[in-house]
């Protein structure tokens, strides 16, 4: 029921509510600015739209708080996990890895149907990051920003569910020693988290999650 505007609001509180303001000298201007630059890359599509950006962005910021990752984890992690669901989606055109590979499109050619869409995604992510005026991470030391955009890059491509398998075989293969001091356990988690978060609109109520499967059965048959 919210406007785009509000949606972008909420997401700045988002950012302000986890400490990444300060924590990482981000500008609200940049910030604004960046949020804006995000969502003019989402398309007007039945389900890979901003909202569904939103969505999956909420979802990641409950599961910060309601697993008391703030004491587990520090805020670099916790500024990949977030950022990562803001932009997992970018310039979706409603045209899956399958079509994109079968169809032989730019994407496909461009990443030899490797994970075509979430390379993209993840691409037109670091593109919005190159321009001064919304790049949020314009104030981070080198370091840190080496860390982040590789920790972006690893949970943007988990989003490919072609490997799910993969990816749920590794966490369970963790889970009975998992400790948040091992940076792979961190990882693996943070791939997780953001899989989860990415389809949890069954995870909502009904009046929800109904209209959105809609959405995505709308996208299909465009497709
Ligand atoms: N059946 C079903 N599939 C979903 C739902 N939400 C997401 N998905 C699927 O899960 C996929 C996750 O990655 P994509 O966003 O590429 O495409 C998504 C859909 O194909 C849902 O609510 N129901
Ligand atoms: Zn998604």
């Given at each position: 029921?919210?406007?785009?505007?509000?949606?972008?609001?909420?997401?700045?509180?988002m950012?302000?509510?986890?400490?990444?303001?300060?924590?990482?000298?981000?500008?609200?201007?940049?910030?604004?600015?960046?949020?804006?630059?995000?969502?003019?890359?989402?398309?007007?599509?039945?389900?890979?739209?901003?909202?569904?950006?939103?969505?999956?962005?909420?979802?990641m910021?409950?599961?910060?708080?309601?697993?008391?990752?703030?004491?587990?984890?520090?805020?670099?992690?916790?500024l990949?996990m977030l950022t990562?669901a803001?932009?997992?989606?970018?310039?979706?055109?409603?045209?899956?890895?399958?079509?994109?590979?079968?169809?032989?499109?730019?994407?496909?050619?461009?990443?030899?149907?490797?994970?075509?869409?979430?390379?993209?995604?993840?691409?037109?992510?670091?593109?919005?990051?190159?321009?001064?005026?919304?790049?949020?991470?314009?104030?981070?030391?080198?370091?840190?920003?080496?860390?982040?955009?590789?920790?972006?890059?690893?949970?943007?491509?988990?989003?490919?569910?072609?490997?799910?398998?993969?990816?749920?075989?590794?966490?369970?293969?963790?889970?009975?020693?998992?400790?948040?001091?091992?940076?792979?356990?961190?990882?693996?988690?943070?791939?997780?988290?953001?899989?989860?978060?990415?389809?949890?609109?069954?995870?909502?109520?009904?009046?929800?999650?109904?209209?959105?499967?809609?959405?995505?059965?709308?996208?299909?048959?465009?497709?």
């Amino acid at each position: 029921q919210w406007e785009d505007a509000e949606i972008m609001v909420l997401l700045q509180v988002m950012y302000t509510d986890l400490d990444f303001i300060a924590a990482f000298n981000i500008e609200p201007a940049v910030l604004q600015h960046f949020l804006f630059e995000v969502y003019r890359r989402y398309n007007n599509i039945p389900f890979h739209n901003f909202k569904h950006c939103f969505c999956v962005t909420q979802m990641m910021y409950g599961l910060i708080w309601l697993t008391d990752l703030k004491s587990k984890m520090d805020s670099e992690d916790l500024l990949i996990m977030l950022t990562s669901a803001v932009c997992h989606d970018l310039d979706h055109a409603g045209y899956n890895n399958a079509y994109q590979i079968n169809a032989r499109t730019e994407l496909a050619l461009r990443y030899n149907d490797i994970s075509p869409l979430e390379n993209h995604h993840c691409a037109i992510a670091f593109e919005i990051l190159e321009k001064t005026e919304s790049n949020i991470f314009r104030n981070l030391s080198m370091n840190q920003y080496k860390r982040i955009r590789e920790g972006i890059i690893k949970c943007i491509l988990a989003t490919d569910m072609t490997r799910h398998n993969e990816i749920l075989n590794k966490f369970k293969s963790i889970l009975t020693a998992f400790d948040f001091t091992n940076k792979e356990h961190r990882e693996v988690l943070m791939m997780i988290l953001i899989k989860v978060s990415d389809i949890s609109n069954e995870a909502r109520p009904m009046e929800v999650a109904e209209p959105w499967l809609d959405c995505l059965l709308q996208e299909f048959y465009n497709q």
